[in-house]
Each structure stands twice: as C-alpha cells, then as structure tokens.
C-alpha cells in the first residue's frame, strides 16, 4: 500500500538519489548479523564469535550490526521493508507473532541437509518454544529459567535456615522477613520484591494450573486459576510483606535486592551477574521456585532467525548454523545471563555440577 | 520619595535575584548530579543522601569513552549532521518564513495551514513512511538519510515567520527604492535585522537535532554512521546499566549545545539593554 | 487565529497591479522552492501516507490490504483506552501549556532585567532542555518515588506523600510538573529573541507619556510579544500532544493508562499491537476532533482571534 503513497514524490527524486547514492563500493557482500546487547561479555562474545566464523570461513565476512535500543520498533521495520539483517537475534515468545507475519524462514530443510548439526542435542523443549505448526523457525542460542533469589544474612537474622519450598512457606517467611532495621518504626527491609513485568507472575499461574494465554495467543486473566494466583502475590502485597520495585526506589526487582530492601526475589541467571558486579557486598543465594500446585517455571531462550526476504538465505544459513553449532555453541559457555543451548555443550562446561547454574537448567 | 523607592527598589532587586537562584538550584541541579556521577568510579550512584561532590573521584569513565568506543568518530558524524542541518535550517527556513510573513502568494493560507498539520502527527507514525521511502531510494544507512529529511523543519519556517512579521516595512520599502530585488531586500535588509530570530533558531535547530535519537537510531545501522546519541545508548544493557559511563556521555552530549547557547544568546544580550526594560 | 496573523502583514503601500502581484507571487515560490521540495519528501507524504493507511487493516507487513472503511475509525470511538488517551492529552496540553508559557516569560522577563550574572542565569535557565531525557527521567523517577525526596520535604511538614508515579491519581500531574521543568527554558529563549524585536523608541516613547513599568510591560512589551507568544502557545500545544519520551521512561503509559497520552496510544497500538492502520486512523480522528472543536469556536466567538 505504501508504495502508492511515495510514488509521485518517490519518481520525482529517484535520479537525485542515483546521484547521491550511486558512489557505494561493492566489496564481498557480508553477512548482516543483529542482536540487541544484553551485557557486556555479551558482546564481546558475539565479537569474537564473528572473528572466529571470518576465519573458519575464508571469502565469508561478517557485519555485526547490534541494535541499542527499541529492538523491536527497529527490527520490524526493517523485517517489513526487507532491509533486515540476514540472522537475527529473536526471543522465543516473540515466535508466534512473527510467524503470523510471515517473516521468518522455515529452518526444517537447511537442518535436513546438514548431517553435522546435531539438531538432537538441544535441549527439546528450547527447541519447541522456537517451533510453530510444525516447523521450526529459530534455533535457540541459551536460555534461562527463572529462581528464587535470596539473601542468607537476612534469613539467618530472621531464623530461617533454607529457602521457601511451597507457597505457604513463601507467605511465611516473607512475613518474617519484613523488618524495621533501624529502629525508626518505619519499615524498609520487606520479604519479596516482585517485578511488574507479566513474565514474573505467569510461575505463579503455571504453578496453579492457570494460564494467561489462550490458545489464539491471547491475554486472558479470568480463569479461575489465573485470578486465584494472582490474589495470592496481591494479598502478600496488601499485607505490607511484598513489594514492587518503585515501592522502594528501585528501578527493578534485582535492584531492590542489590539495596538489601528486599530479602527475596524471582530472576534469571542475568541477574548473578547483575548484582556480582553492581551490589558485590550484598550475599545472595539461589533455589528453585517454591512450588504451588505443581511445579513450574519460566523459561527465556534467546535464540537466531533468518527473515524471510534475506537475500542469500544460504549464507544466511552458514552464519546461523555456526551462531548456534556443536562447534560455535561453546562460546556461549562463557555467556553470563544463559546457559547453552545444547546439551553436549553444557555436559562439555559441567553446567549441573556448578552450584549457581544448575538452578536455572 | 526618592529615597523610599530607592530603598524599595533594592529590596524588590534583591528578592527577586534570591528567588533566581534558587531557580537557578532547581533547573540546574539533575545536570549537576548527572555531572557528579560522572566523576565517580562505578558502584551504586543511587544512594541516598545524594552526593554532589564526587567521593571518591575520577576521571576514568571519561577516559573509558575515549578508548573503549569510536567516541571521537561519532562525535565527528553528530557535529557534521547537525552543522549541515543547523546552516541549512537557517537559510532555508528563514526563506520560507519571509516569503509567508511579507510576500502574497495564491495558496498561502492553505499551505501554511498544511504546515501547521504535519507538525500534530506524532514522530513514531511519520518514522514508517518515512523510513520507507529512504529505503526505496536505496539511502538506508547513509548521511543523507541523517541529513535530507531535517534540512527543513516547520518547526523553524514557523518561528522566523512570526518574527519576520514584526519587523516594520520601511526599511523594505526604502532598498526597493535603491533598486534591490527582492532576494538582494531578504539578503542585505532584513536577514541582519533578524540576528536575534536566526539566534533562536540555530539554538533550537542545532538542539534539537544533536539530541534526535530514535530517526538515527533507525536509520543508521553500522557503527560507523552511529550519531553520539545512538552510539552511547550501548551502554544501556538489556540488564545491566553502566551509569557512570552514560552519565559521562550525557555530559560531554550536552556541552556543545551549550556552548552553542552561548554563543548565539549574546545576539540576544545587546538588544534588551536598549530595548528599555531595564530598570 | 492563523488568517488574523497573516492578514494584518498583507498591509497597504503596494499598487495592486496585475504585473507586481504577479511578480511577487513568482518571489515568492521561489523562496518556497527548497522548504517545499524537502516537506513534500518527509512532511507531506508521511500526511498522506497515515490518511490512505486509517482506511485500511495494516501492519507493517500483511502484503494483501483490506480496505476497511471506516472500520478502524468506529473502533477507536468505542475504545476505552483511546478515550482514556483523549481524556489525558486533554489534561496535560491545557494544564502544561499555560503553565511553561507564563513561567517561560516569567524567566525571559527576569534574565532581561539590569540583575547581576545574567548570563549565568540565562545559562542555568537553559539547562533543563539540554540535559538528556534519560537523566531527566531518572532523577524525577527518584525524587518521586515513596522514600524520594519529594516525600522527605512532605515529612518534614508531617505529610505522608504517596508513591507518586505510581498512584493513578497522581501520576499525569507528576509527569506534567517535569514538562513544565524541562520547557520553560526552552521556550524562554524565544520570548528573550521576542523581547528584543521590540522597538526600543516605543519603550521611550512610553517612558515620555509618564507610563510606569507595568503600564510599559502592559502597552508596550505584551504587544510587542504577540507573535512570539503565538509561536510559543502553537509549539507548546504541539509539544504537549507529541510527549512521549517522559511518559515512555517514567510510567510507560500506567498505572492503569492514567499517563496514556495519544502520541503513546499511537505508538502502542503501532508497535506494540502492530496495527498501524489502527494508529494512524486515531491521529486522523484526533486531526478532526481538533478541527472541529476549532471551528466551533470560531462559530461561538467568531471574534476570538
């Protein structure tokens, strides 16, 4: 439709645009890689990754073009005016709705051809989350589940030895852990710090056989089970025993951890990393969630896509296959907010024997 | 009498200047503490009490960025851009702007009108349109797709038109006389008149388009053509935040601007000391 | 309001002779050509663009369009959220506007005066509107937050303050108060350009009529300042409708769309729900309630300038 919007203007200046823009060299065409960046290891890791591929693949170049902010304003841009990046860095929950607009390469044949990818060794459910009608249109890179953060000192102070392992106990000793420290009657260390974002409460559905999302991909809040979650985190919110991050000044959950306002708190392995090196005096420990009804958690993979209109889908292909290959996958070892994506890999980098990681496998 | 309203008048002078500085204090203290974060080594920049003295204090995150990114690159593609848009902004605005203010044209009305409208869109509907049509021009990524689409704002034909109508038409009249046509009248008699006008508008066109970020963060897409803006906006991690080091960049992304400020307000300065407000 | 300041310029003086009109008619395109050849690219074109698209089911990417009528025009008058987003522009534009424009001059008036460290003040005036919406965000973030120090000076006056930014009631006038903040200096640098267009023979001659200072201000300087402060209202309201960036740092359009403004809706429905037509169908709508409300106006007080 837009074209017959910019076309009497677009015929006028198309000459003054061979002037402007007829002077590019034409090298070796790259492959266009994007990601937004998550950390800085993050990126020193795509770099590196990208210097390794250059060299395992002489004649092949590699431009790493990440994005700074508004990824998806951005990306979908680009996605619509086929000006994307050849791979692109996608979350699993974005699947659904950039297979609706048709925008992404189906990876099935490209896997079927190339006996060296060992697509078996990922962990399964990472690679269905990146599947939609039965075929898959990304490739998971790492992955984090959500746990429970907690800090020892402030359980040892309040009597408590080991974390919550059901849901009464995480009521009870959020109650025991909401102090006045400073003996000025106010309040200012509460037992959990909940995050705002969706994400955070959907464990707690899960966890009580709701859901939030129905079967067209849709919110949907009045299940039963939903509300009856959700009026579980409001009543620990009312009683003064839980609290979002602006009750308290913080700019997220992890950040009222890190000013010990907060003696618990729900996070992926991203948020070790965040408090090791902004909070390094604050201690912390992690467990799994407390379970409810039955146990569940939520998972984030991030992971790689090639966009539909690319223009050389087998290059494409060759970047994406390294990006998350037996071979390529061992540098997001040393990933601070993922683990690996593959089994091999995480078997290789002993992930169930380190004390942090596990939890959030 | 004298003496009573002279006394009167001193203390009226001295309320009122201690009422500006606390102003003053008010509109200046974020710019303040962004500088003080600057200064310190990383760590929890949000304590409470807030310090304005940096303790301990540092100058590495200013040396961070002059190593760690390509700082002296984009600050090199920020000022050429927003040069090239300042100087063509004030040419051609302030063409525009006279021809609406003291030319009768067939249309004026209606155009000026249509004018007016592009301005009530809001940037992220006009971002699509207009990202498209640089993309079927085959300009994405380039300086022109920085450039081109900021080298006319309404924005600035707006504020010289509305200056340019003050302005009395003797003066106009007298060059007509002398045999000017009508560039040489807009070029030798009424752009030196309008110094104070051109001031706002470079002040505001240069702001304006050295803080733009979301159209050069779309539109640019290899680091190379990054403005400071965008470039610094790396530092905002999806989970973690180096603030000191953005804070530090906030810094050095507002001196040019006022620098700028300070350059073009002295145009502003001469004028009210004749203009009789004074006291 | 617009043909009242253009005509008043279309003064006498000038033969009305076929020849000359035409002549200065061809100066003037002319002097339009570069303004108008760039507008039409990247102003008009995206004006044309989003009154084609309200008309049609678009996402940015479905290839084939429905032509949906006014479909999407009927769907935002019944859309809470979209009159929720009208109920706040309208708050804001009208609570922010006046507010920046008499504080603007109020600033513009003071650094004009005979004080010691103009400049300087000038200088620290200015501030606000160079310092990074980021920064800006985040302080007024803290200082309104429950143990911010907003409600540390409210304590001390024995007043419990609210979570400011996150109570429904308060939160749109929170945000509101930081557009004044970051504005006035903005627009004080017009009013200051303003101030010195004024002839300084009037303020003499005024000065010889025996007129005090207020009566000058009152004849002389407001006067003087009426096309600057047409400038400044148009761009404020302008401002006011497009205010994003605070609102998308500072609230993000909550709690419960109490900070949903329309150039907010605009971008949700365009880039968070993908329904650009949708998006662009509500800047129309709203172009016309405007138009409208304009044109009673007029009709009512057909004198209102």
Redesign the interface.
Known sequence: ??????T???SI??WL?LF??GCEQQDAVPIRL?G?????I??TLTRTFVDTFEQRHPGLSV?Y??????Y???L????????A?DVIMIEAFWIP?LVE???LLPLDDFIGRDPGFFPDDFEPVLLDAFRSGGALYGLPKDHSTLALYFNPDMFEEAGLAVPPRNWDEFAEFARRLTRDTDGDTRIDQYGYGHAEDLEYSLPFVWQNGGDFIDGRGRIVFAEPASVEALNFLRRMKTGGIAV?P????A?WNMDAF??RRVAMAISGL??A??LN???ASVPYRVAVLPVGKLPASVAFAVGYGIPKRTRNPELAWRLLRYLTGPEGGRIWVKSD?GLPARRSVAQEAAIERDPLKRVFS | MMKISVVRRRVARSGILALLLVAAAVFTLPFLWSLSVSLQPPGDVFRWPMKLVPDPFTLENYRRLWTEIPFARWLLTSAGVALAVTSANLFFDALAGYAFAHLRFPGRNVLFTLLLATLMVPAHVTLVPKFMLLNALGLVNTYTALVAPAMVQVVGIFLMKQFFESIPRQMEEAAFIDGCNRFQVFWRVVLPTSKPALAALGIYTFQGNWNEFLWPLVVATTSDRFTLPVGLAMFRYEFRVEWTLLMAGAVLIALPTLIIFLVFQRLFIQGIATSGLKE | MLSKAISRNTGPGRPADMPERRREARAAYFFLLPALIVLSLFAFSPLVFIFVVAFFDWNLFRADLHWVEAANFVELAGDERFLTALRNTTVYVLGVVPAQTLLALLLALAVSWNIPARGFFRAAFYIPAITSSVVTSIIFLWIYSKPGLLNYVLFRFGIEGPDWIGSPKYALGAIMAVNVWSTSGYFMVAFLAGLRNIPASLYEAARIDGAGPWARFQYVTVPGLKPTLFFVVTLGIIGTFQVFDQIYMMSAGGPVNATTTLSYFVYNSAFRYFRFGYAAAAVVLFAIILFVTRVQRRIIRPEAP
């Open positions: 439709m837009y074209r017959s919007g910019i009497p203007f677009g200046v198309l645009a402007l823009s994007t937004w960046i998550a950390s800085p993050e990126e431009r073009e990440p994005i700074a902010a508004n998806m304003d951005k979908l841009l680009m996605l619509a005016t086929g000006t990046p709705l607009y048709d925008v979002m602006s009750d308290v000044g700019a890190g000013r991203w948020a990393n965040f090196e902004t909070y907010i």
